[in-house]
């Protein structure tokens, strides 16, 4: 019996029925194409939201925006830091 520490669809199988395998051998890939288009949208939420904090802060310096827009900036920022570390 195999049991995986997550659930998904099974993309690929690497071995045939009644064949033994070794200790770290991989058994089976999960499609996971899904996944990683969520990671690549959260890094590049990430890093809009990093460039966009980093404008606010100069703007913030010049005291052009208030200090709420910079501390939602830099939530934002933690928030997409957050998503990629989940994604």
Do not use: C, M
């Amino acid at each position: 019996i195999l049991k995986a520490p997550t659930s998904g669809r099974i993309d690929t199988i690497h071995f045939k029925e009644g064949e033994h395998s070794k200790v770290n051998q991989e058994l089976i890939s999960f499609y996971n194409k899904e996944q990683e288009a969520y990671l690549r949208k959260a890094e590049a939420a990430l890093k809009l939201s990093q460039a966009s904090y980093h404008r606010k802060k100069e703007l913030y310096k010049k005291e052009f925006i208030s200090p709420q827009d910079l501390e939602n900036s830099e939530a934002q920022v933690k928030s997409n830091e957050a998503e990629v570390a989940l994604a």
